[in-house]
Structures are given as C-alpha cells and as structure tokens.
C-alpha cells in the first residue's frame, strides 16, 4: 500500500528506542525523512545511521528532553517544516494514589502535557497554512481503563487526550489530522520495568512478572513495537485524511468497554 | 507497506459497488483474492472483471442478499476458506420515530444483527483453526451519536457492535480480530440517496442538500471510498493482529466525543 | 427529599418481583400511582395488594407479556396517560455464540428493543402534549462491557440504548426525560439463576457460584434492589428534568471504563 | 426519599455561591452538617447563615482557595471527619488554543487536578476506616465533548475524572463512592460570564450570547442549580452506595454520545 508521503518530514518525539523508533522506521520506511529525538545521544546517533542506512531518507538528531523549549527549538531549527509529528515520552513511575506529591505531578504533567502542548502550537501554523499536517500521539491503553497506581500516566494523558481531540475538530478542514495510538503492554524496555515493579511490589520472580503481563493481554501475548509503528504510519498517510479525533487502541483486544 | 496479505481470501457482502467495493479493490490491490457480492448481477460481474483486471488476483461473483442463509452457502463455497470477511450492507432509510413498524424492524435486524452474525458462526471455526482471521463489520458513526431519524440503522448496528466485541475478546487470542469501522458521509450512492431525502423531508435543492452534507463534516468535505477501503486493507493486514474490538471512526473529524 | 412526583402516574413493565418491583416501590413511596405488570398473576396481585398497603397509593394489575400489543393495550387502557414508563423484562438465557440461533434472536430483540419501542411510540405523544414524561429502562451493566455468552443480551439492549438515546434528543425540550439504568449484578432472581448456570458449566457449587459473583464486583457484595429503585425514583423526579439521555451504572464501581 | 444522611458531614469546595452552593442546600436539608467554602468571605458567612436559618444544621465557615494546603488544613481543622467532600471550583478563562501558556497550565492543573487530588488524599484514610465515604467532583460536560476555547478547563478535568475512576476502583468496597457530576450551562454567574465573552468574541448582544447558549441546550432552557444539587444529594446518600466511578452528565440531554 502506498501512503502518499514519501519525501515527507516527520519530527518524532522519543523515537531513539522503543515504540516511538518503531514509528520512526516505519514512515521511513515510506520514504519520510525524520527527526529523531531521545535524551542519550548515542541512541539517538544509532537510530539515525540505521534509519539512513535501512531507507535511504534523511534522519536528523536531537538530543534531549522534549519536553523543554529549549528542545522544541532544536526540533524546529533541524525541520522547519515538519508534515508529522509524534509526540511519545516515557511515562511516570508507577506510584501508589496515597504517596502522590505535588512536585511529581508537576513533572508529569509538564512532560506529558503541557511540554506537547506547546510543542504543537509551535508547528501547527505551517502545517495549516501548508494544508497537510499529520500529529499523532502514543498515549496509553491506561487512559479508557484507569487504575489507581497509574494516576500520574492517565491523570497526565488524559489531559492531553481532551487538548488533542478538541484541537482535532478545529483543524481538520485542513487536512491537518490529530490522533492518538493507546498501546497496551508492548515488548519494550517500558514492560521490562514494569516487571521489575511487579517483581519488588508482589514478591514475584521475573518470570511470573512477564507471565501476568501476558495473561492481561486477551490475544494472549505481548504487542509488537513494529505493529504500532505500522498503525502509526498508516494514520500519518495521504489516504487518512478523513481520520482524525481518533484513539485507537493496540491493546490485543484486551479493552473491555464496547467503544 | 507491505500487509501481509498477498495470496489470502476475502468474502466481502455488498461488495460490488460504493464502501464495500472500495475495500474490495483495497485489498486486491494487496494481492488478496475476493469474492465480490451484491444483489445485481450485472454489478457484481463489472466489479469482478474490473479488479482481474486491474490486480490480478481471482475474483468470485455470488448474487444474492447476503443476510439469507442460502447466499451464506454460496459464499463459502466459493470460497471454503476465507481469511478475511467484510460485513457491508445497505442501511435501512430514515424513518420518523412515530412511524417505526415492527416489520421494518424485523427486516433491519435480520439483515443488520441476525444474519451477519449467522455468518460469522459459520466461517469462525476454520478462522480459528487456521490461526487467522480478519472481520471488519462497516457499520455507522451513527452508532456513537445517534439520531431518531436513523433508529431502524443504529438500533440495529449497535446490537451488532455490541456482539462483535464480545466476541472480540474470545477469538484474539487465535489471531482472529473483529473490528468495526464507523463512516460518516462518504461521497457514494447512499449520501445521493440521504440527500433526495432531505430535499423532500426538507423542501430544499439539491445542492443545498449535498452542502448540508459538507457542512456537517468537520473536514470541509465527503469522504472518499478508497480512504474507506485502505483502512479497512490496513485492519485486515497481517501486522494488525494486536488491533481488535475497535470501533474506528472514518468520519472527517467529526465526532463530538473525546473517546 | 420531595421528589415532586406524588399523584403521577406509573406503568412499569415486569414490575411484580425484582429490579421492577423495586422500582414499583420507591415510586409508590413517593406518592406515585402505579400499573404492576408480569406474567404471573398471583406475583402481580400480591404487589398491587402490598404496594397498597404500604404507600396508599393506587396499583393495578396487568398480566401478561409486556413486548405483546395486547398487554399495552390493557396497560394504557388501565392508565391512559402515565407519566412514568419503566421499560424492564427478563433477560435472555447465557447462549454460547456458536449456539445463537435466528429464532432466539427473534424473541429476544422482540421483548427487548421492538416491543418496548412499540410501546415508547403508544405513549410518548401524550407525555409530550402534557410535558411531562420520565421514561427509564431497566438495561444492563453488560452493554458497556459485552460478553459473548450474554449477545442475545446485550445485542438487543445495545440496540434499545441507541433508540432511546437518539429519541431522548428530540423530546428533551418537552421536559420528557429518556434515561437508562445498567445495573450488574444484584441480588435477585436472575442472580440465583445465572449462579444455576455457572454451576452447571463449570462444574462448581452454589457457595463457590454465589462468591464468583461477589468477586466480580469491585464493592465486595452484590447490590441490592431497593438501591436501584431509588436511583429509578429519582430518575423520575420533578427535578431530574435536566437529566436526559443518560445510562446510569450501578455496579458497585466495577465497570473498568472512565466513562 | 429518605437519603440516610441526616448527621453526617460534609466539606464542600467552592459552596458559597452557585452550583457548590446548590449542593450545600441540597444536603443540608437532608440534615447534613456542611463546611462552607469560598474566597470571599462575606459570600461565605451568608451562605452559612442562610444555611443554618433553613435547615437547622450545622455550617462552618472555610474562606480561601480550596487548592491549597493551607486551605486544606482549616477544612479538616474545622471537620477532621467529613462523609461527604464536594469538590469544585471555578473554571479557568476560555483561551484559544494558540494563546495558551504554561503559567496558565500551572494555575489550572493545581487548582483543578494536583489540588483537589491532594485533599482526596488528606480524607479518604478516615473515610476508609469509617467504612462511609462520599467524594463528588463537579466537572463539565466539557470533558466528553472538548472544545479547543475550553482547554484549560478540559485538558485538567479530564485528568481528574481518570485518577478519581481509577481511585473509585481500590475503594468501593470500603463504602466509599467517587463520582463526578457533569454540567453543561446552568443559570449562574458562570453562564453570565461565558455570556461576556462571548458578547466580546462574537460582537453579539447580551440577549444574543443568551439565547445562543439556550440554544445549545436540547432541554431548550439553561439548568437550574438546585437540579444539580439535588442530583448530588442523591449521589450522597445512604442508598448509592452501589453507585461508584459514574460521571453524569446534567446537560438537558445534549450530548450527543450514546455513552
């Protein structure tokens, strides 16, 4: 299938390793140039060259946190005229709802909120004025299925869900669509915290850790990094125009609520 | 993107012209054989021809109403084994809440509830052997936002959600997904056909009946089939077999609800 | 709290034991009129005469089927102009999907979503006309979270949520109010016999049958009826005008969805 | 009805005036001791006064902003073991999206998520070990259908509606409910103040901006706040302990969701 953006620029957030460089091969692998971005400059070096050397597009690097302007800055200066946008970044630690504090709230929502927030107000004149625009956000399965321990995620994407979708309707007249992916225990560095979270709160070995992981998950196993970078790709395509406001779930058919 | 599909069989109900015809040509495209269904003959043999023509791939004529048990028959035996069935049929027209008949409703949900599912009873067990499936039901973004003008559609079509999640959650696990997509104003027959509706209901031209149409997107515009059908190529892509139970709504922006 | 209702009017369907008969009660309470129905005539007799007794109010009986013509035409004839409605009637029996047949699916979709239709279309007129109508209908918690064993189920009411939903708009402005009740578990009849069913399928005992029960309710116990007969109660209050088109769970906080 | 309340306490954010203060009526008259809360303290005491006069309860004046800590300590110092918290407070000015600013994120996230979660986090220990417990947040309707003019109010409210479900779920079974009530346009200052801006926005007359916003409301009127007090008496009362992570909307029926 082609997806119409080959020579496409994407700027990708946390696309160094894990889920968001799992997106970032994929529309590389549709010909888009890209950005990458993560806080260690040898991950973010590596994506680059392999990305090159895999699909022949560009790949541009920026070290650092991105949720700061400081950053934001750096990715505009790299790609001033970006068509995507992924906007991905580690979630909190998990955290019992009675030990939450004011100063890992303040963390979370900047990150996850308000730093993605004005990283789209940045980029979202051009692409209206350019009549293609393609922001999608990795938030998590978490936030249609709340539990407590994740208060900082889902309290924080939540949030960001509300901006994204109502933003959505105000752009898609041109041809600026906004989305979401909501992943569900995908085999990353992220699932192996997890487990190691599991392992110190329930006295468990890492085996049983990944077990229970898989048991939550109804198609019986962990998701693949590279099956959200392709669900991504085809949200960032010509042909989907017309999808916007959207939050698509990648959760092995593990979410219970009939919508 | 390569979906993984090449060489597979496809059923699609009410396939030989608009959406289903659009998913039809999607996924030929892909190299997956069809067979193409419909109630005019004529129909389903032009869209036949036209897609060995155009991807090289079998195509299968079954006429018939495909909520009947008899063009069941004939489908699977065109094809004993498909791996991907397309759900698709005309929807039922707007009625006045007053004016709802239980005959109306009986058609509405034999055609809409009953025999689809009817359906899916009888090509699930081999799905399920054979360790794939791919079911898309086209149903309606009526489902989510519904309107008493429609009930006899989204009475039915939510029934239909409601099964096709529950059943969602039992088969995910052998590689056999069941999703729904929601359209919402495509350009195709039926938007001509709600539009003579409106000029009689409404006492308005034509093209203030098609502008109506656009005004309620908030995209500015209709939908295109093809955009309907590459989703629909991408749902039933090899790479999708961790997205089940979702309700994708392909509707120009437009729905109000943040999930 | 005055609800503002005493000498109104109440017709509610499978009101001589259960949910049904505790709504019947909470109402009564509040001063309104009420027509008990079912099937069994001595269930019926024996909750006019204790409703009687107890709140001072009228009852009438009308045996019989609530989703047959019959029965509502003895059900207006006993009370023409009712401002209350409680649309509630048995579920269907656990079906596995592969077991679904056409004729259960006529007989379930007739006593769940055509029938109650029928009757909304008899008696919404003159509720309109007098501006004032509570229509509330008994669902189930199910509809949100669907199971293949219950489609006969949740298949028909997720139908009747999506008419009542789309006619709750068009009536709203005439202070007729269309809501739903999703109950999950409480503790009558139908838990006794779901409890019958799980014995037998899976093979355990009663205790062990009634504590699986408990178990799937984040409360810790199952709800009882007279909780759902008050939020009926005050669903149907002068002061719930405001509140229209709305599916209210009560199941002990277990629905796993944000909204 | 009888609510079951008559004794207990409640601590009500933002109650002197409007719809907090609808809810301290509601209760009150019920027989429930309250903690009035507002900035300004001759609204305060009045409302105190007024409450005492009307239902012969108890009523302890509170004055400050309810997000803070120190605010926080008066309210337990006044009431070291209230059953019921209200919370709520004024909604952040509407802003388009491209002049939101992280100073506004700020103010808006601690006054209406990291505050009020920390005050959950202060009462709901005693409410647990009292087996009895009624937490209410007074959301917006806004956060199942965002609007980009609102996403302050959105963008925060929704992340307190996930960490408030995701809480309901660990505590249901100690009799503690979490619940959220949903407005859409009650006839209060707040109204008043959209009125006002929209006057300014749209250069539209006052009894424009009015009619527009009646106009927005399927009920064809604006709530009245005593609707919506009572709505929260009943979600505090003895009997709706079954009724846990529910969000309600009271919005004449305008949503257009089916959920």
Not at 132 to 154: C, D, E, T
Not at 169 to 181: E, R, Y
Not at 209 to 225: F, H, P, V, Y
Request: proline share 3%.
């Amino acid at each position: 299938m082609d997806l119409g953006i080959s020579g496409r620029w994407a700027i990708l957030f946390g696309s160094s390793r894990g889920l968001g460089r799992a997106c970032a091969d994929s529309v590389a692998r549709e010909g888009v140039n890209v950005v990458i971005n993560g806080r260690t400059s040898d991950d973010v070096e590596r994506a680059c060259a392999e990305i090159v050397a895999a699909h022949g597009v560009r790949a541009l690097a920026v070290v650092g946190d991105s949720s700061t302007s400081e950053v934001h800055e750096a990715l505009v200066a790299a790609c001033p005229e970006p068509d995507i946008v992924l906007l991905n970044g580690e979630g909190p630690a998990p955290t019992r709802f009675a030990d939450l504090r004011a100063d890992q709230w303040e963390r979370a929502l900047r990150q996850g909120l308000v730093g993605p927030v004005s990283f789209v107000q940045r980029v979202l004149p051009g692409m209206i004025e350019r009549r293609f625009g393609r922001i999608v956000a990795i938030s998590s399965a978490m936030v249609k299925s709340p539990n407590s321990m994740m208060s900082l995620s889902h309290g924080t994407r939540l949030g960001l869900s509300g901006v994204l979708k109502g933003l959505s309707k105000d752009v898609a007249k041109f041809n600026v669509t906004v989305n979401q992916l909501l992943p569900e225990r995908f085999d990353t560095a992220r699932q192996e915290q997890m487990a190691q979270v599991a392992m110190k709160v329930k006295g468990i070995t890492y085996e049983q850790a990944r077990a229970e992981q898989i048991a939550s998950i109804k198609a019986g196993r962990l998701g693949q990094a590279h099956e959200l970078g392709d669900a991504f790709a085809f949200m960032c395509s010509a042909q989907a125009g017309y999808l916007s406001g959207q939050s698509l779930q990648l959760d092995g058919g593990s979410y219970e609520g009939v919508f």
